[in-house]
């Protein structure tokens, strides 16, 4: 990333800096808490002019609860990049969806694999086709409770924004060599161990991320991220400046230029202040 020491020197020091982060093992500890010291580096940060918000698998309401607690500045990325959601508007700046015959291909993986849950996303409205323990958790995890319509495979939107599979990883690596070659117009990715999305083509955080910086006015190299897990790493490789919480698998680290603690230690606050060091130190990132 690229800014000369003059331009910081005159200005506040995060000016033109967009920085979005992930939630779960990076914003959020592993109570699903903002730690004290990340919301205080983040109110430094944006003191600072820097832009400020979240890039998350989860859907805009839930990720508006976070929004809110972080107090963030400018547009996020929800649904794994499927919608980017104007928080301080209550709506989307931009969405893509699943081809109509994603209902087929959950037809059949509930056919071959009836335990595993099953739901979809058309923005915060989670419709859920079958319900099993890790989907239900799930709900509780996120507080999405609300935002669930029970749905027959009959009655499910022909668009939606994205599918959820929750199940035990075993199984759901069963289900992904099911699907290789049936996924025309989307593509599957492991989120967390138990839960494995279809999301439309050419659809991820690191498109989400772009469209932010673009709505920002924000230049592409000017662009900071953070994340921990498989799901980011095409956000990572779209930032000029990446990082990861240390909790992050040794092959998303391979992605970062920096690598900060753990998430319960406060992940963000770690990437602030180091981005302070080398703003300070270097006049650049």
């Known amino acids: ?22 939630l779960d093992g990076t914003l959020l500890d592993s109570r699903k808490n903002i730690p004290a ?33 972080a107090e963030v500045n400018c ?31 959950l037809r059949d993986v509930h056919a071959a694999f009836p335990a595993v849950g099953l739901q979809v996303y058309v923005g915060s409205d989670i419709y859920i086709v079958h319900s099993n323990d890790v989907v239900e958790r799930l709900f509780h ?13 009959g009655g ?7 599918a959820l599979i929750g199940g035990r990883h075993e199984e759901l690596q069963r289900v992904r060599r099911f699907l290789e ?46 994340g921990d897990y498989y799901n ?15 909790n992050a698998p040794d092959d998303v680290k391979i992605f970062a230029r920096f690598i900060a603690g753990d998430c319960d230690g406060g992940v963000v606050a770690d990437v602030i202040e180091h981005m302070e060091r080398r703003l300070r130190e270097r006049g650049r990132l």
């Open 1 to 22: 990333m690229g800014m000369d020491s003059a331009a910081h020197r005159e200005g506040r020091l995060f000016d033109g800096i967009l920085l979005l982060s992930d």
């Open 37 to 69: 010291r990340s919301r205080e580096a983040i109110r430094r940060f944006k003191e600072q002019g820097g832009l400020f918000s979240i890039a998350t698998g989860r859907c805009p309401c839930s990720a508006e609860i976070v929004a809110r607690q």
């Open 75 to 105: 547009p996020g990325v929800t649904l794994n990049g499927a919608v980017v959601y104007d928080f301080r508007a209550g709506r989307p700046a931009g969405q893509t969806c699943l081809p109509e015959w994603y209902q087929a291909v």
């Open 141 to 153: 995890i996120e507080h999405t409770e609300k935002c669930r319509k029970e749905a027959s495979f």
């Open 156 to 162: 499910l939107p022909p668009r939606v924004n994205k």
């Open 181 to 226: 070659g049936r996924l025309e117009g989307m593509y599957g990715m492991f989120t967390e161990e138990q839960y494995y999305e279809l999301l439309p083509a050419h659809t991820n955080k690191g498109t989400g991320v772009r469209q932010v910086a673009e709505v920002c006015g924000v230049s592409p190299s000017c662009i900071a991220v953070v």
């Open 232 to 246: 980011d790493v095409e956000m990572l490789k779209s930032a000029a400046y990446p990082m990861v919480a240390g």
